[in-house]
């Protein structure tokens, strides 16, 4: 199977993700073969090289997440070569939810380190945590607390960011994208979890 049957129509929009930054919407100019030419913001434009995903309806069964690569850059057209073929994420796997929870970071010799979630979906979390150092592909094991239910998961940090406090000025907070495999038990608890958030955030809105 080829990616051709599989890419985004021209003039449709999709969104861009490089690692896990948050998602940029850009439009599609020009889908052929296995290349793409992308009309993106500018400050959305990754630097080439960049390994990136797009994603596309594949309603009602989730959508389409294609790896690609940037491959040439004029101002705020990004050109793209498909670098794998299109799959399609069922809707659980990407929803994202919550804020705010508890969560315990253990690593063998180093003290436990005590932070807060910024969301979670069933393969991937967004957390901070203070006075701790964590490199990208260290090994971790994740306690996280989501309302009365606890979920113990071995995961790997994608990526670290290092955020001093300036006011008042405080200990160093590190931003950790970590990504893992849940069975179908942690999985459930996630899923479960997330939805009752966004089901509560719609009500009071």
């Known amino acids: 199977m080829t990616t051709t049957a599989h890419l985004p129509d021209a003039g449709s929009y999709v969104e861009m993700t490089a690692s896990d930054e948050q998602a940029a919407r850009v439009r599609v100019v020009h889908a052929e073969g296995a290349g793409l030419t992308l009309s993106a913001p500018q400050a959305a434009v990754p630097p080439v090289g960049t390994p990136v995903t797009l994603r596309w309806s594949a309603a009602p069964r989730g959508r389409y997440a294609l790896p690609c690569a940037v491959v040439g850059i004029a101002e705020n057209r990004v050109e793209l070569q498909a670098s794998g073929t299109a799959e399609i994420e069922q809707q659980r796997l990407f929803v994202r939810g919550g804020g705010g929870e508890r969560i315990i ?101």
């Open 105 to 205: 970071m253990r690593r063998p010799g180093w003290e436990d380190a005590h932070g807060w979630i910024r969301d979670i979906s069933e393969h991937s979390m967004r957390a901070h945590f203070e006075g701790t150092n964590v490199v990208a592909g260290e090994e971790l094991q994740l306690w996280i607390q989501l309302g009365s239910e606890i979920v113990d998961i071995s995961a790997v940090a994608a990526r670290v960011a290092m955020l001093p406090q300036q006011v008042p000025p405080g200990p160093m907070s590190v931003e950790i994208v970590a990504i893992f495999a849940t069975d179908e038990s942690q999985a459930r608890v996630i899923r479960r979890y997330v939805m009752r958030q966004q089901l509560l955030s719609r009500t009071r809105a």
